[in-house]
Nanobody
Framework: QEQLVESGGGLVQTGGSRRLSCAAS????????KYWYRQAPGKQREFVAR???????TYVDAVKGRFTISQDNAKYIVYLQMNNLKPEDTAVYYC?????WGQGTQVTVSS
């Protein structure tokens, strides 16, 4: 299984910003959709955002207008820019490409 390496999580205050990164190999990066999911304590993992190889994006309603997914096709990295963070955004964030998942990165938003 291909390895995905996430980074960028941490503690941030309400209203702050954070950028998550997910690095992959060229083999899995090319020609596959890239996803961000999150899992809050006691809740199921949920879809957050998706970007296609052509750059089309989709978001869950809860993050529309605040989060932006993007990709660097030269570096094989997918990003999740998170602005105006809220306490309810607190979760472990995972990237996914094809059947591979990252290890997760914790984002905690303090009120």
């Amino acid at each position: 299984q291909e390895q995905l390496v996430e980074s960028g999580g941490g503690l941030v205050q309400t209203g702050g910003s954070r950028r998550l990164s997910c690095a992959a190999s060229a083999n899995i990066f090319r020609n596959n959709n890239k996803y961000w999911y999150r899992q809050a304590p006691g809740k199921q993992r949920e879809f957050v955002a998706r970007i296609t190889p052509g750059g089309n994006t989709t978001y869950v309603d809860a993050v529309k207008g605040r989060f932006t997914i993007s990709q660097d096709n030269a570096k094989y990295i997918v990003y999740l820019q998170m602005n105006n963070l809220k306490p309810e955004d607190t979760a472990v964030y995972y990237c996914k490409m094809y059947f591979s998942w990252g290890q997760g990165t914790q984002v905690t938003v303090s009120s």
